[in-house]
């Protein structure tokens, strides 16, 4: 099973990204997934999970109503929106497999860097 990231960049501050993440190995469909990331010097901090039932959905106090977890089963690709976006959350934003928070996620991509600057 693998998870890979795409759609990383450079946005200003109040600008908007769309990540995505690419399962294979397994379907999407068969498992809740979560997106985490970590800031520099910071810890893996949990920003959105989706479940793989209903598309129930769960934010970050700091990133609700700002950023959108959703997924395309058929395309077995996770995605996460992220609009208004705040210097401070430049970081590595990583998918991973299941509900987890940070180093409890046993499955996760490499990656996709984020850089929010004026």
């Known amino acids: 099973a693998q998870l890979v990231e795409y759609g990383g960049g450079s946005a200003q501050p109040g600008g908007s990204l769309r990540l995505s993440c690419v399962a294979s190995?397994?379907?999407?469909?068969?498992?809740?997934m979560t997106w985490i990331r970590q800031g520099p010097g910071d810890r893996l901090e949990w920003v959105a999970s989706?479940?793989?039932?209903?598309?129930?959905?769960v934010y970050g106090t700091d990133v609700k109503d700002r950023f959108t977890i959703t997924r395309d089963n058929a395309q077995n690709t996770l995605y996460l929106q992220l609009n208004n976006l705040k210097t401070e959350e430049t970081a590595m934003y990583y998918c991973?497999?299941?509900?987890?928070?940070?180093?409890?996620?046993?499955?996760r991509g490499r990656g996709t860097q984020v850089s929010v600057s004026s």
């Open positions: 991973a497999k299941g509900y987890c928070s940070g180093v409890d996620c046993l499955l």
């Open positions: 190995g397994f379907s999407l469909s068969e498992s809740p």
């Open positions: 989706i479940d793989n039932g209903h598309g129930s959905t």
